[in-house]
């Protein structure tokens, strides 16, 4: 389909809510080092979980990226759109003998008690969920910004690829978009860097092929805390897009000179994908607004 050198690179977020400044800030860094790099910038909408999604807020995403001059090439698309291809994939695993049903409550779980339904044999065909089994593999990789990371100190734990309630899980969805979509680079948040090992897991289960990993800083409110959806961050002023870009700019430690901040959010643009530089982000894990 595409050119193996061509950089594939996306943005990917839920529609659970506004874009926040966290989210726009991974979004634009995902988009300048698609675009330095003459890549593809796809846009996906992670609208797996449906209770979790939020009416009209996928509209109001795509609109707030326009507003900021972040076009995406090609269709957007949405998750919701590949169930048969989930379903595929996680039958090819369970006859690979790879699943297992698992009937233990969150409640059972968050006590800390520890799951034993592997040993159990449960019946597959009935709805509960599923847990790909682990095995205690060295998995690692380098991470563009956050050097080698690896979980060979952590405790493997099955994880869930399809929910009790028969959602497919994001760990599951994300590996297999991205291989539809043939992404060869992801740019996204510090905070999910501990599920990229699991991902690669399933990745080599798969047979597919690993994407360049780089992990920005994620972005924390005057408190300390990370602005995200669930505590309720606010969305961007779209009003004045120029002056968030700009600073913007400064979070992702590029030094954007300061005639930049009134000029158009065009010429910003331009700016900063002629001077792209993400090693200034080099080992750092979270900037402060
Ligand atoms: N949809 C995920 C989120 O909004 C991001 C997926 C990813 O970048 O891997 O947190």
């Known amino acids: 389909m595409f050119d193996k050198q061509t950089y594939i690179g996306r943005f990917a977020p839920s529609p659970t809510g506004p874009l926040h400044l966290g989210s726009l800030y991974t979004a634009l860094a995902s988009f300048l080092d698609a675009k330095s790099q003459q890549g593809l910038w796809l846009l996906r909408i992670d609208d797996i979980d449906t209770p979790r999604n939020i009416k009209g807020a996928a509209e109001q995403i795509l609109r707030t990226l326009a507003v900021f001059g972040l076009y995406w090439d090609g269709a957007v698309s949405y998750q919701s759109q590949s169930q048969n291809y989930y379903e595929a994939a996680l039958q090819s695993l369970k006859r690979d003998q790879m699943l297992y049903a698992c009937q233990c409550s969150r409640k059972t779980l968050a006590n800390d008690e520890r799951c034993y339904c592997r040993y159990k044999s449960l019946d597959l065909s009935i709805p509960y969920a599923y847990r790909v089994k682990t095995a205690a593999l060295e998995i690692g990789f380098k991470d563009q910004l956050q050097g080698w990371i690896d979980d060979n100190n952590r405790e493997q734990v099955d994880f869930v690829l399809k929910r009790k309630d ?53 972005i924390l409110d005057s408190q300390g805390f990370k602005l995200s959806k669930q505590t309720l961050a606010e969305g961007v002023d779209i009003n004045k897009p120029e002056r968030l870009i700009y600073k913007l700019l400064g979070l992702l430690k590029q030094n954007p000179p300061v005639e930049l901040e009134r000029t158009s959010v065009d010429e910003q643009l331009d700016w900063a994908i002629r001077h792209w530089n993400p090693k200034a982000l080099t080992n750092i894990q979270s900037v402060k607004v």
């Open 166 to 218: 028969q959602i497919f899980a994001y760990q599951f969805t994300v590996v297999l978009d991205d291989h539809l979509q043939a992404v060869n680079h992801i740019v996204r948040g510090y905070d999910l860097l501990a599920s990229t090992t699991k991902q690669i897991y399933l990745q080599m289960l798969l047979g597919l092929s690993m994407p360049n990993y780089m992990h920005v800083p994620i």
